[in-house]
């Protein structure tokens, strides 16, 4: 069953966080190979000193704060583009690792997606496995070179994508899927497909079949129902409805 928008969200913003920190402790211990240790405090001295110039400049318009304006954005420009130079060769490594060879060895999931019960796998059939192939197109290409460059606007997009679609823009590109885990082996359990519940939900409504299911859960029951509810108001044919 696909993962809903919000835990989507959810684990992205996880993973977003664990990789700012890890690629911001990684640029430290970068600063102190390259013999700069103070970059991290000049970087934003500079910074500061830049937006200090900026504010003088607008509040009385003279060649002095201008000069002054100058020179600071040029110490500034410097600094930032070296950051940005160490930032990218960390994130070229640790990205791939992360979302790459990470989920290879752990069930295709990353510290986000453990946490939240999603699991990437094939488009064609949420059972299966995804490909190292897969894997790249999604993560390399869609994560990496896409959100890792061109960022926000990205990022945007696919939010917006996946809220109307259920998928977002690096599973389209790597022919993926998120699914949540634990309502899939809830279903495997019950032997229910979940590329149609339909039935499911109709034997949820009456107690007696309901209770042929041994392993059914009240609360894993009631997410699905909702999230079944709240697909069907945007799905234009309630009567050929499929959560997959």
């Not at 992205?12 to 190979?33: G, K, R």
Request: a negative charge.
């Amino acid at each position: 069953m696909k993962a809903t928008s919000s835990k989507r969200l959810l684990a992205f913003i996880i993973d977003f966080f664990i990789l700012s920190l890890v690629t911001s402790l990684l640029s430290i211990a970068a600063y102190y190979m390259l013999n700069i240790p103070s970059f991290a405090t000049d970087y934003s001295n500079a910074q500061s000193n830049f937006l200090e110039a900026l504010s003088n400049y607008y509040a009385s318009n003279t060649n002095s704060n201008y000069d002054a304006l100058m020179q600071s954005f040029e110490t500034f420009g410097k600094y930032f583009l070296v950051n940005h130079i160490i930032d990218m060769c960390i994130q070229v490594i640790l990205i791939p690792t992360y979302f790459i060879l990470i989920p290879m060895f752990w069930e295709k999931q990353t510290i986000g997606r453990f946490a939240l019960g999603l699991k990437v796998v094939r488009n064609d059939n949420e059972l299966s496995k995804v490909t190292i192939k897969n894997l790249l197109l999604r993560e390399l290409l869609g994560t990496l070179l896409l959100y890792g460059i061109i960022g926000g606007p990205l990022i945007l997009v696919s939010g917006i994508i996946s809220i109307f679609t259920g998928r977002s823009l690096v599973d389209y590109i790597g022919k993926t899927n998120l699914i949540d885990k634990r309502l899939t082996n809830y279903f495997m359990e019950n032997n229910i497909d979940p590329n149609n519940i339909n039935d499911y939900i109709n034997r949820m409504n009456n107690q007696d079949t309901y209770n042929d299911y041994s392993n059914h859960d009240d609360a894993i029951d009631a997410d699905i129902n909702d999230q079944v509810t709240s697909n069907k108001d945007t799905n234009d044919n309630d009567d050929d409805y499929t959560v997959i």
